[in-house]
């Protein structure tokens, strides 16, 4: 459902949750939209007290909370769980594997071996965007990570204050634990 800045109001508020804490550019960055957007649809949960803001940005309120708890409840109607659950069930091993990789972005293959890791993941990050079609957004999000690596800016592959690969993979495990219904 299209909220201010037509933005997807499920999507902002599980940004919010996920991040815990985020500004307007963070809202356009993460949800690719344009910063006048990002700033609409913050202040419009702060308008309507279903976020509050502090001193880094805005984080949801109990409000907010009961709202995304029921989109995501009403959003969950629609999914089909048991391929979903297959999906997740296919997750855990890149999951495993990734978290292994990431305890050395150093090495000297960790970009090849990353590279190929992406390439298996987007197989599945394309199955499970088509039981919930927000969260292809995350493909977006781990490509430019992914083109941030390869440019030579490691900190794209684990900094936890940015869109980087880990963070998105630990937002996309996340969200695939909930449409799973785990």
């Known amino acids: 459902m299209a909220f201010a800045g037509n ?5 902002l508020l599980q940004t919010v949750r ?3 804490t985020v500004t307007a550019e963070m809202i356009a960055a993460h949800l690719g939209v344009s910063v006048a957007s990002g700033r609409a649809a913050y202040d419009a949960l702060v308008t309507q007290g279903k976020a509050k803001e502090t001193g880094n940005g ?3 309120t109990d409000a907010g ?9 009403a959003e969950r109607v ?13 997750f855990g091993p890149l999951d495993e594997e990734l978290s292994a990789l990431l305890a050395d972005p150093e090495s000297a293959n960790f970009l090849d071996e990353l590279i190929e890791l992406d390439r298996k993941a987007q197989n599945l990050f394309d199955d499970v965007s088509a ?3 927000r969260l292809s957004r995350y493909q977006d999000l781990f490509a430019e990570a992914l083109g941030k ?3 030579g800016a490691l ?6 204050n940015i869109d980087s690969y880990a963070t998105v993979w630990s937002e996309m495990r996340a969200e695939l634990t909930g449409a799973a219904g785990r």
Do not use: G, M, Y
């Open 7 to 11: 933005v997807d109001e499920l999507a």
């Open 18 to 20: 996920l991040k815990e």
């Open 58 to 60: 805005v984080s949801l």
């Open 65 to 73: 909370v009961a709202e995304l708890t029921d989109q995501l409840d």
């Open 78 to 90: 629609s999914i089909d769980e048991d391929s979903l659950a297959e999906l997740f069930e296919q």
């Open 131 to 133: 039981f919930v079609p």
């Open 149 to 151: 690596i390869k440019s």
């Open 155 to 160: 900190a794209w592959a684990t900094a936890p």
